[in-house]
Structures are given as C-alpha cells and as structure tokens.
C-alpha cells in the first residue's frame, strides 16, 4: 500500500507535467502570489501573472484551470502545502460552472490524490465517470484512487477502458504489473513510457518521474541491483537537477548500504514539513551515527507536522508506523491505522 500511494502522488505530478488543464471558477478574494524562493522562477511568475488576472476577471474559467496545474506543478518542486491547498480551492469552485464537469471531477480528484484523501478522490473520480464515462482523465483518476483504497478489481476493470497505447494506460499498466510482481513486464512497459517522453520532449519533471518510478522496478527486479537503479536516479537528476524523488531515491540507497554520512546529506537537501516521513529517516541516521538528541529533535519535527490539525490523513501511514515502534503507544498505531483503512 505504501508504494502504491507514493505513486499515485507522483502520477498526479506527471499529469501536472504533461498538460494543463481548463477550468471555470469563482474565486472571490483571489490575492496576488509572489514567487517563491525555492521554486523554478518561471512557474512562480506565472502564478503571480494568472493570480493578478483572475482577481480582475473572477469569472474566467481559463485562468483558473491554468492556476490549478501550475500550483500543483509547484507542489512537487517546493513542496508547500499551501499551494495544493490554494489548487483545491481553484479545482473545487470549477465544479458549478464548467461545461466539462468529468473533467472537473478528474482535476478535483487529482488535487484530493495529492493530498491522500483517497476516498474523496475515487467520489470525484466516479462522478467523473458518471458524467463521461470515456473520459480519460476521470478514468485515470479512478484507476489510481482504487489502488490506493485497495479495490483492486475496480482497478483493473478501470484498466480495459483506458485507451492502450497512450501514455497514461501505459503507465498505469506498469503499475498494475509491478503489483502483481511481474517486474520485467512493468520494466519494460515503463521504459517504453519514458522514451516516449523523451522523443515527445515532454516537460523534464515528467522525464524525471518516469525514470525514479523505473528505478525502482529496476531495484526490485530479479538479477538488477542497486547500481542499475542508482544510474537511473543520476539520470533522472540530469534531466530535472534537484529533482527530489531522484535525491530520496539515492539516499534511500545510501541508508540500504549503511552510508549514514551520505544518506544525512541527501535527506537533508529534501528534509521539508511537506514530507515529514523524511525527518524520521534522518532521526534514524542520526540515531545510528551516534547523535540521539538530533534524532530526537527529528522525531519532534515530525511529530508536530503530522499531529497538526487535519494532517492525520496526509501522514497517517508512517504516523502509525512510528507509533507502532513502542508497545506504550501500539493502541494508538492501531487505531490510526483503523481510521486510515
């Protein structure tokens, strides 16, 4: 489950990457959002320019479907939470307005995925389908909110109906293999998608998720081994420098080989509140190169971001994880866990 969630956020990226959707909304109140710091300048100042826009014409539909995709375009690079927030928002106002309601429906539910609200992303995804049952997007939506809610025949019913040959059921198809664990097949359907990325010169954030998503089949493939799957994570940072999946994936690699210096160094560069399962990989280096109290402060770190309000359910999978370490705290892994299933 935890690596079928894992991408179903980077499948949410990749639609960011690969197009941006059209909207409807009403957007009272919109304010103006300077670029971020860490943030690639050109996407901030297109969210600053489509801001400013829409607080003038709150009505145009175009403007906020834009502002929804660059915001969740955002999401993956800097990782704030209130861009995807901001990207709700935008997505949810679409829905009374605009003439393409299963594609707003797939939008919303896209947003919803990012932030691990599986169930209200497959609702969105079945209304989605409701209204257009050929939509691609909805369908794609559905396929990845039933994975991650584990109705796994309504996955690969979802699967028949996606046109093969086109990237999203490719991608999607590998997925379905790597879950049954026929690993070459979902090797080879990946590495088909990612070549087709290239020759389509698709957005490097695309390029560079398909090849960490190929990295890791790689790595669990019968006679491949780290090296292979090391290779295409540099890979995947040459398309995309800084690319974070790329940086988590060589230093899940370097905490796996017990390089603790270098697997400190890597998560440090990604250590973010958006992800905070990464600060309990550091308290866990930390720990083993002999520093308690910097694992210690990690594990605060962490726990202030996912005992937040309303966090529960972005972090619930390593928040009950990390309760479930201690016999004195193994109830409340449990019930964490309960609530998340």
């Known amino acids: 489950m935890k690596r079928a969630r894992f991408w179903v956020a980077g499948m949410v990226a990749l639609g960011g990457a690969l197009s941006l959707a059209l909207s409807r909304a009403v957007l009272p109140g919109a304010a103006t959002t300077l670029p971020a710091p860490n943030d690639t300048a050109i996407t ?28 969740m375009l955002r999401f993956q690079v800097s990782a704030n939470l209130a861009d995807v927030r901001r990207a709700e928002s935008l997505a949810w106002s679409v829905l009374p307005l605009v003439s393409d309601t299963g594609g707003a429906y797939a939008r919303l539910g896209a947003v919803y995925l990012t932030q691990h609200k599986f169930a209200a992303a497959y609702d969105a995804a079945r209304r989605g389908v409701a209204w257009n049952p050929a939509n691609q997007g909805a369908l794609g939506v559905l396929f990845d909110a039933a994975v991650a809610t584990g109705r796994y025949a309504v996955a690969e019913s979802t699967l028949t109906k996606l046109r093969p040959g086109r990237l999203p059921y490719q991608f999607r198809a590998a997925h379905m ?59 995947a940072l040459q398309v995309q420098p800084g690319y974070r999946a790329g940086i988590e994936g060589l230093a899940d690699l370097a905490f796996a080989r017990g390089d603790w210096r270098e697997a400190r160094e890597l998560f440090g560069r990604i250590a973010v509140d958006a992800h905070p399962d990464l600060y309990l990989r550091l308290a866990e280096v930390h720990r083993a190169l002999g520093e308690p109290a910097v694992a210690e402060r990690f594990e605060r770190q962490f726990l202030a971001v996912a005992r937040a309000l309303d966090a529960e359910a972005l972090y619930a999978h390593p928040l009950a994880l990390y309760y479930a370490s201690s016999p004195v705290t193994i109830d409340t892994a449990l019930a964490i866990a309960r609530r998340d299933v």
């Open 177 to 235: 293999l790597s879950m049954q664990g026929r690993m070459d097949g979902a090797y080879h359907a990946l590495d088909h998608a990612c070549v087709q990325l290239a020759r389509a010169a698709a957005r490097p954030q695309a390029l560079a998720w398909c090849l960490t998503e190929l990295a890791k089949i790689q790595l669990a493939r019968e006679g491949e081994g780290e090296a292979a799957a090391a290779a295409l994570y540099r890979q």
């Open 44 to 71: 901030s100042r297109s969210i600053a320019f489509f801001e400013g826009r829409l607080a003038q014409d709150p009505g145009n539909f175009m403007i906020a479907g834009q502002l929804v995709a660059r915001y």
